[in-house]
T-cell receptor
Framework: GAVVSQHPSWVICKSGTSVKIECRSL??????MFWYRQFPKQSLMLMAT?????????EQGVEKDKFLINHASLTLSTLTVTSAHPEDSSFYIC??????????????FGPGTRLTVL | RKEVEQDPGPFNVPEGATVAFNCTYS??????FFWYRQDCRKEPKLLMS???SGNEDGRFTAQLNRASQYISLLIRDSKLSDSATYLC?????????????FGKGTKLSVKP
């Protein structure tokens, strides 16, 4: 079956540093990538949608200059949290849609990255 | 009003019990409906899609009422391993595109 990996699985950093999270498709080619985040006791919220080779589309309230998304290949997408602050501490999860899937709702989630900013 | 609202939890039930979760969604244009389960500090995993005709997968039965914008999940003969948070999920898209809109989830704890 499809497998999506994320790295790192958890990270602790100081305020002001940048953190890069990688999301990698291991078994298939992903044309579309969704990045979600989940604050404690809250629902997963979509941050942005990216399609391979084009700019990401950000949801309202998500700063595109702060959360940089690069989807340069069909197997790798990265989310960089620039100048992270404590309020950015969250669980970040990517999901990928298999190229050629009949429905984009066939999404495969990565295991998530837990970010803690001190 | 939140886009997807679920029963407040937690649900604490004994093994073997039947438990039902409810969910309502606000956008009548929603096209696709799902139940996911999420274990603590893990990613969500698809439990089942939900269709207007209702569908069953073993001990799990899901129902969709488009007129009422209501989705349900019934778990029969609960197992300890069913303990998790159950997420009601909708999408505005079917077919060729769509991000998922998640409810906050309802926590289920099955006890021996």
């Amino acid at each position: 079956g499809a497998v999506v990996s994320q790295h790192p699985s958890w990270v602790i950093c100081k305020s002001g540093t940048s953190v890069k999270i990688e999301c990698r498709s291991l078994d298939f080619q992903a044309t579309t990538m969704f990045w979600y985040r989940q604050f404690p006791k809250q629902s997963l919220m979509l941050m942005a949608t990216s399609n391979e080779g084009s700019k990401a589309t950000y949801e309202q309230g998500v700063e595109k200059d702060k959360f940089l998304i690069n989807h340069a290949s069909l197997t790798l997408s990265t989310l960089t949290v620039t100048s992270a602050h404590p309020e950015d501490s969250s669980f970040y999860i990517c999901s990928e849609v298999q190229a050629g899937a009949v429905s984009y709702n066939e999404q495969f989630f990565g295991p998530g990255t837990r970010l803690t900013v001190l | 009003r939140k886009e997807v609202e679920q029963d407040p939890g937690p649900f604490n039930v004994p093994e073997g019990a039947t438990v039902a979760f409810n969910c309502t969604y606000s956008n009548s244009a929603s096209q696709s409906f799902f139940w996911y389960r999420q274990d603590c500090r893990k990613e969500p995993k698809l439990l089942m899609s939900v269709y207007s005709s209702g569908n069953e997968d073993g001990r799990f039965t899901a129902q969709l009422n488009r007129a009422s914008q209501y989705i349900s999940l019934l778990i029969r003969d609960s197992k300890l391993s069913d303990s998790a948070t159950y997420l009601c999920v909708v999408s505005l898209y079917g077919g060729s595109q769509g991000n998922l809109i998640f409810g906050k989830g309802t926590k289920l704890s099955v006890k021996p």
